[in-house]
């Protein structure tokens, strides 16, 4: 006799089949999310390292520009010189390689305030300008002035071996010159957002840049002068007797046309020696460069920052003195 399959049991194997079908599409759903995943990181692992490479053509070209232009142009007979500014007076330095595009920003190390040089008044002036007020403000200059100088007393607001070695891990202050920049992370009141800045959004709703006082000191100057053409704002305002609508001024017209000359600057300072003592139109020879490299329609970016010293003593004609890949801006 023929047996017959009751209802139920084809209600119980289309419900399994269902769940089977069920699982089935959640792996493959699953299986897809995590291939597409895997894709997009690749694709961003190949877009930032094609940035880095980018950014290190743009570090290699610029620096070739400088000594073109530190060297060689000087060279040439003087009715061969052309006296209008280029990229590396204007600071900014783009170009292409492969298919991608690099932004070069150089800045004259002589457009910063050394930090070895620079007197508490100036620190202040400096630290006010970018919008470090007081008592940040104090604690901030009379530490470094304490780190620099060679006792151990502690100015009102700043701090020497007592309040370092009661610090984890404790270390003892320099009481020297600072021998780099990232020296200054190890100075009471000098936090990483002031040191680095930070990305703020105005009312208007754009993003800007507030950079951090590693910006605008350095340790690689042996002048006093001032660099105009490179100097920022800040800088230019904290110059000992330089009135501030007098930096806006100066500021605004690089912006247009770079000095070429003292006798050009002189024309629009005004001010008699004191001011342009300790003031500049001359290159020096080390440079800060921070290089921007990205793929054509990519996101991601690869970001350098180097400081070369020019020498044409060097197989290389320049040194590198600095070199960090680990920049977010």
């Known amino acids: 006799m023929r047996e017959t399959r009751a209802p139920a049991d084809d209600g119980v194997v289309l419900i399994a089949l269902l769940w089977i079908l069920t699982i089935l599409a959640v792996i493959t759903l699953s299986f ?53 500014a280029d990229a590396i007076d204007m600071g900014k330095v783009t170009g292409q390689f492969g298919d991608g595009e690099y932004v070069v920003n150089v800045q004259d190390e002589l457009g910063k305030i050394n930090i070895n040089y620079a007197s508490e008044d100036q620190i202040k002036a400096l630290l006010s300008a970018i919008g470090i007020q007081s008592p940040d403000m104090d604690i901030i200059a009379d530490s470094i002035t304490d ?28 009481n020297g010159a600072l021998a780099s920049m990232e020296e200054l992370l190890l100075i009471r009141g000098v936090t990483q957002d002031y040191y680095f800045g930070h990305r703020q959004k105005t009312p208007d709703g754009q993003i800007i840049d ?98 070369v010293s020019m020498d044409p003593r060097e197989v290389t004609k320049h040194r590198i003195l600095y070199w960090n890949e680990n920049i977010v801006n």
């Open 210 to 307: 507030r950079y951090g006082i590693a910006r605008y000191f350095t340790v690689y100057t042996n002048r006093n002068s001032i660099n105009v053409n490179y100097a920022s704002l800040p800088v230019l305002m904290s110059i000992p007797s330089m009135p501030p609508e007098l930096a806006q001024k100066i500021f605004e017209r690089v912006q247009q046309s770079p000095f070429l000359s003292m006798e050009d600057l002189s024309k629009e300072v005004g001010q008699g020696p004191g001011v342009l003592a300790l003031l500049t139109t001359q290159r020096g020879t080390i440079f800060s460069l921070t290089a921007h490299g990205h793929r054509t329609g990519s996101k991601a970016m690869g970001v350098i920052r180097a400081i």
């Open 147 to 174: 780190w620099r100088d060679a006792d151990n007393i502690a100015l009102p607001n700043g701090a020497e071996n007592d309040y370092y070695q009661g610090l984890q891990p404790p270390y003892l202050a320099r």
């Open 32 to 84: 897809s999310r995590e291939t597409f995943v895997e894709a997009a990181a690749a694709r961003n692992g190949r877009d930032m390292t094609d940035g880095y490479y980018i950014a290190r053509a743009g570090i290699e070209s610029t620096i070739y520009q400088i000594y073109v232009k530190s060297f060689l142009t000087q060279m040439q007979p003087a009715a061969m010189q052309t006296q209008q």
